[in-house]
Nanobody
């Protein structure tokens, strides 16, 4: 099973940018579709974006479409989330997750989760 570690979170002003990384260890990273979720304080976990095994197909939540870009580098066993035009409502702990299935998924059914990285957007 793959193990995931996120990095790249921090404090940024509204309108700024951050790039999150999720490094995977273990075998066969390219056989996993990758997901980003976030959870804001006092709110439920929310889907952000997903990318398929080869990186050729992506899907975004409406709330981030046009501002965030998910990508992956299978040679580096890493998935990225480029976040531009950040808003205070983007403040959350961001988690990456992996699953062998690509598509609409129950988050509780995904194969692996990282511990998360905190993104704080100030107004």
């Amino acid at each position: 099973q793959v193990q995931l570690v996120e990095s790249g979170g921090g404090l940024v002003q509204a309108g700024g940018s951050l790039r999150l990384s999720c490094a995977a260890s273990g075998r066969a990273f390219s056989s996993y579709a990758m997901y980003w979720f976030r959870q804001a304080p006092g709110k439920e976990r929310e889907f952000v974006a997903r990318v398929n095994w080869g990186g050729g197909s992506t899907y975004y939540a409406d709330s981030v479409k046009g501002r965030f870009t998910i990508s992956r580098d299978n040679a580096k066993n890493t998935v990225y989330l480029q976040m531009n035009g950040l808003k205070p409502e983007d403040t959350a702990v961001y988690h990456c997750a992996a699953d062998r299935v690509y598509g609409l998924r129950n988050p509780d059914a995904l194969d692996a989760w990282g511990q998360g990285t905190l993104v704080t957007v100030s107004s």
